[in-house]
């Protein structure tokens, strides 16, 4: 194959030849026509001295514009680059000669500068002498300062403690840092509006949604009653409460939501958004997307696995009629006889996501909880006594676990007892790290779920969604 400065090199040949010929061609008729000149006024009285002169003219424009071609229409490519045809200029250089692009990291800053003219300028200028580009810029106004929230692409081997001396140095004070990845790149509208559609599909999404909203904080969701129905007193008024690091909100279902974050106060804008999300859960009611799954069971017994909520509370009442004592406390760990007390908790989407299995004939047989527990996440399940050791527990543990890596949770524990190793041996199966603590025979088993690829196909082959 031609490369392309070969076709360079011969389209400037071919272009050459012609701009020869054409100029050859005019020396010829400039020749005729100075001969038909000089044979008519050599006749004359000063016929010699014009010719001579003519000569002369003629010699000193061919001498200029030789001299001007070979400066400006010969003059040889620089190094590593081409003209075509059309004029247009080519690099020979390949791509492989070219130098790497400097390797880079995202960042999300956040620091408070003085509310007068030039303080923002003396910060970009301060993270310009260290190459940082700044992406994304957003300004929070308050009482005694502003907040200005930015996402960088700054080299990797900026440090972020120097980052933080840079910004200091430059008036930034309160300065917090923390990596960023590309799902940071969204602008705050657009991502604003993607966590209120989620929050829209599914109510058991508002806890997700308002911690992916606010970064790294601790979201409670306080009822209005105890299981035993007597008032906590935890309310909150319907336009909520902002107090530096603690936001509270009325919850829709009774109760208050209260959100914690040590490490930064929060900012009027995203008390505003916030209380938004709550807002649109609040007129949307209760809600629970609904998508069943078919399984068939090594004996031939096909199941359904579906998302449950407050609709099966009478079903879920039923099985633990079914279930043996020894099950149930299990589960509980507590008396077995307020094991029914919990099932209003545990069903409901404003504390997380459950999963039911139902047989054929529409009996639930299964319950598995998927719970947020302010900064982590617990995994609980359910069997009815007829139907365990048949793989039930391990397929919704699976599930649940996808849920939590699909919400981005690092880990999942299950609370146990150190006798259930029914329950042990599903987490084991699960394939994850595993963290055991044990005390007064109460088990917690941790599984870390980051770098998790293993847990986000959890459907059987013989899975048939509806």
């Not at 003396?122 to 940082?132: D, G």
């Not at 120097?162 to 991502?191: F, K, N, S, Y």
């Not at 601790?218 to 309310?235: C, D, F």
């Amino acid at each position: 194959m031609t490369n392309m400065t070969e076709v360079t090199k011969r389209a400037r040949r071919t272009h050459h030849w012609r701009r020869d010929l054409v100029e050859l061609a005019a020396l010829f008729t400039a020749v005729a026509v100075a001969d038909a000149v000089a044979n008519t006024i050599v006749h004359g009285p000063d016929g010699p001295y014009l010719l001579v002169i003519s000569a002369v003219v003629l010699t000193a424009t061919a001498g200029f514009h030789t001299w001007w071609a070979r400066r400006h229409s010969h003059a040889p490519p620089p190094a590593g680059a081409g003209t075509s045809a059309a004029g247009t200029s080519i690099t020979t250089g390949t791509p492989d000669t070219a130098a790497p692009a400097p390797e880079t990291a995202l960042w999300r800053m956040r620091t408070t500068v003085r509310d007068e003219p030039g303080s923002l300028a003396l910060l970009c200028t301060a993270l310009a002498r260290h190459r940082v580009d700044i992406l994304t810029l957003q300004t929070h106004p308050l009482a005694e300062g502003t907040v200005d929230e930015l996402l960088l692409r700054a080299p990797a081997t900026l440090q972020a403690n120097q980052l933080t001396r840079e910004i200091a140095a430059a008036g930034g004070t309160d300065t917090w840092l923390e990596r960023a990845d590309a799902h940071d790149l969204v602008d705050a509208p657009t991502r604003v509006l993607g966590l209120a559609t989620r929050t829209a599909l599914d109510a058991a999404e508002l806890p997700l949604a308002l911690r992916q909203l606010l970064g790294r904080c601790t979201i409670h969701s306080l009822p209005a009653t105890t299981l035993t129905g007597r008032p906590t007193g935890e309310t909150a008024p319907v336009e909520g409460v902002l107090d530096g690091t603690v936001m509270k909100l009325r919850d829709p279902s009774g109760g208050a939501i209260t959100i914690e974050r040590h490490y930064l106060p929060f900012t009027p804008t995203e008390f505003a958004r916030a209380r938004a999300l709550v807002e649109l859960d609040a007129r949307l009611g209760p809600r629970i997307p609904r998508s069943e799954d078919v399984l068939t069971l090594p004996e031939g017994n096909e199941i359904t696995v579906r998302r449950a909520g407050l609709d099966d509370l009478a079903a879920a009442r039923a099985m633990h009629d079914r279930c043996g004592d020894r099950t149930l406390s299990l589960r509980y760990h507590g008396p077995v006889g307020d094991a029914d007390r919990y099932l209003g908790h545990l069903l409901s989407p404003r504390f997380g996501r459950t999963l039911a299995v139902q047989t054929a004939s529409g009996r639930l047989v299964a319950l598995g909880h998927l719970l947020w527990d302010g900064d982590e996440t617990e995994v609980a399940l359910l069997v009815e006594d007829a139907w365990q050791r048949r793989g039930i527990g391990s397929e919704l543990l699976r599930r649940l676990v996808a849920l939590a890596v699909e919400a981005g949770c690092e880990s999942v524990y299950a609370v146990t007892q150190s006798s259930n190793t029914g329950m042990v041996a599903a987490m084991r199966g699960l394939g994850l790290p595993l963290d055991y603590q044990i005390e007064e025979g109460t088990l917690v088993v941790t599984a870390r779920l980051a770098a998790s690829s293993t847990t986000t196909t959890v459907r059987p082959r013989t899975a048939q969604q509806r």
